[in-house]
Nanobody, 125 residues
Framework: DVQLQASGGGLVQAGGSLRLSCATSGFTFDDYAIGWFRRAPGKEREGVSCISSSDRSTYYKDSVKDRFTISSDNAKNMVYLQMNSLKPEDTAVYYC??????????????????WGRGTQVTVSS
């Protein structure tokens, strides 16, 4: 079974940092991309960042581009999202998900086949 588990969320003051982790297992396709998404209260889920498993190319939502960094450790089947200079508007439940690499890096949620349970990030002002 494909499994993804996000962790590392918490409560942090504005300007602070958090590092989210996504533990993955059970993929049967060789080339894939892992995406981080978030759902803020009262808003639709949106893409934040994604990374290719093969060449580690990355893609970011514009509003996080200079503050968040996605990385992966394929040997450990882990993907990370380092979040710096957090803002109250970053408050959301964060999810990781996997898609086949053939779709190309992006945030079309229809392409993501498997989703993990989220982790809550709360940024206080």
């Amino acid at each position: 079974d494909v499994q993804l588990q996000a962790s590392g969320g918490g409560l942090v003051q504005a300007g602070g940092s958090l590092r989210l982790s996504c533990a993955t297992s059970g993929f049967t396709f060789d080339d894939y991309a892992i995406g981080w998404f978030r759902r803020a209260p009262g808003k639709e889920r949106e893409g934040v960042s994604c990374i290719s498993s093969s060449d580690r190319s990355t893609y970011y939502k514009d509003s996080v581009k200079d503050r968040f960094t996605i990385s992966s450790d394929n040997a450990k089947n882990m993907v990370y999202l380092q979040m710096n200079s957090l803002k109250p508007e970053d408050t959301a439940v964060y999810y990781c998900a996997v898609q086949r690499a053939s779709y190309g890096l992006g945030f079309d949620q229809r392409n993501y086949d498997y989703w993990g349970r989220g982790t809550q990030v709360t940024v206080s002002s």
